[in-house]
């Protein structure tokens, strides 16, 4: 049976209440939701939050998928005790082994793929049907803001996806922004160069590893729907569109199909943002609704992306793309992590074995590289970078803020990062200034011996056996 949304769901609930929790009474669509997920979040507790009834819809609503870095070692199929043992860098392990290679999708015909068990098609079309949230109170709306869209590149034909928002309009339309430094923005620029309006599929609901693969960083001709299958362990099945020349998800619990006029613009915003901040009211392009289909039981997956978890969704395949930028520069580079405690993928930290003056700006330089990462810090290779006050101590340690500190400026970045500026530094543009902090020890010159715990009896001893008290584990 091909993997989906419910089989992660199902793997989750039997993990009991820190992973999976459901509300028991009808929420409110305005802000109840993501409230909830906040509160819990102050108690450092990060379930999947399940909601079989929000008010004015008959889809249930599920949120906080990959709350925390955990959730992704249940996704892979990794094992709590290896998890506990090995720690987050089996997560990057298992999934740099799986993004380093693609699969070919599987397509079925639609009469036999769960996702056209409903089909709406013009007048149907209904968009207030979805449980459709407003997230957060200066919010100009209801937004889609993790459904992932499925568009084709009109020179080459390959499929390219990615997370887009899109805020509802009208019983069949919706607004669709995308970053200007994302692929589908570059594919929407060239159909209005061609004068043509751009098909696009988008895809609600399905397992988080085919989500995590529209979030992979790549070139322009990288056809993420094979690199789904390749993080899935299987061929991604998909079928061909009801209204639109694509292949889509045919495992998935709700696609909304369209097309985009790339020569109109309308505006959407302000809006809750990943940077933790509003955004402006932002010029986007307008989706025409064709058809919506959908499972019969159809589960609508959303995001709060003012909350953690909307970082922990990608920090993965930007870890992946940092990591090999890194590698192609200083091939001792141990790990590579961004900090989803930042918001935004501001902060990566990575940890190389340093071999000769100088490595340590090269490997921060190219951990910049990602438009999302504004801050590297570079360590040494004991340091886990997984660990934030091991970094921090590093950084408070063993960096000189006069020669270890490196600004440059004017570098391609997120127009939502509210210090963002353009060429003439008086608007609000797509640069910004980034930092490169060399927290690595000095080459060929002595420095102070860090305090560690002797290593065999770090390895033998376990607390359990010490200890009167039984430990719960973190989860």
């Known amino acids: 049976m091909a993997k989906d949304l419910r089989e992660y769901l199902k793997a989750v609930r039997d993990m009991g209440p820190e992973f999976y929790v459901e509300t028991n009474r009808p929420m409110d669509p305005r802000l109840e939701v993501c409230v909830i997920q906040h509160k819990l979040q102050a108690q450092n507790r990060f379930p999947v939050v399940f909601c079989p009834e929000i008010k004015g819809s008959k889809i249930p609503l599920v949120t906080n998928l990959i709350g925390d870095y955990n959730r992704w070692a ?75 869209t499925v568009c084709r590149d009109p020179d080459t034909g390959i499929c390219n996806a990615g997370v887009y928002r899109h805020e509802l309009k009208s019983r069949n339309e919706l607004g669709c922004f995308i970053i200007p430094a994302n692929h589908g923005s570059y594919i929407a620029r060239r159909y209005a160069e061609m004068g043509k309006p751009m098909e696009i599929a988008l895809v ?34 998909v079928t061909r569109g009801e209204t639109v020349d694509l292949p889509v998800p045919a495992d998935a619990e709700i696609v909304i199909e369209g097309t985009v006029d790339t020569r109109q613009w309308i505006t959407d915003g302000p809006y809750a943002e990943y940077q933790g901040y509003y955004g402006d009211v932002t010029p986007c392009y307008l989706m025409k609704v064709s058809a919506i289909t959908m499972r019969k039981d159809a589960i609508f997956h959303d995001l709060d992306n003012a909350h953690r978890e909307h970082i922990t969704w990608s920090v993965l395949s930007h870890e992946y793309r940092g990591f090999q930028a890194v590698k192609a520069v200083v091939p001792t580079i141990k790990a590579m992590h961004i900090f989803p405690h930042t918001l935004g993928f501001k902060i990566a930290a990575v940890s190389i074995r340093k071999r000769v003056p100088g490595e340590a700006r090269l490997a921060g330089l190219a951990a910049l590289q990602d438009f999302q990462v504004k801050v590297s810090v570079v360590v040494d290779e004991e340091i886990d970078v997984y660990n934030e006050a091991q970094v921090l101590w590093a950084v408070g340690t063993r960096t000189l803020a006069d020669r270890g500190v490196h600004i440059i400026p004017d570098l391609l970045a997120p127009g939502l990062d509210p210090t963002a500026y353009d060429e003439s530094r008086q608007k609000k543009g797509t640069m910004v200034t980034k930092v490169v902090i060399d927290a690595t020890r000095p080459i060929g010159l002595p420095f102070a011996i860090p305090i560690t715990p002797p290593k065999d009896l770090w390895e033998s001893m376990e607390l359990e056996d010490y200890l009167k008290v039984k430990l719960t584990a973190a989860v």
């Open 74 to 148: 249940v996704a892979l199929g990794i094992d709590q005790a290896t998890f506990k043992k090995v720690g987050e860098i089996a997560i990057f392990q298992e999934y740099s082994k799986r993004r380093s290679q693609t699969r070919p999708v599987q397509e079925i015909p639609s009469s036999e793929a769960p996702v056209k068990e409903v089909v709406m098609r013009g007048d149907d079309v209904d968009l207030t049907i979805l449980p459709l949230l407003h997230h957060a109170e200066l919010d100009s709306g209801k937004y889609v803001n993790i459904g992932f």
């Open 204 to 237: 609600c609901g399905h397992h988080p590893m085919v989500v995590l693969g529209s979030c992979a960083s790549g070139p322009l001709n990288m056809n993420e729907l094979e690199v789904m299958g390749s993080l899935l362990g299987e061929p991604l099945r």
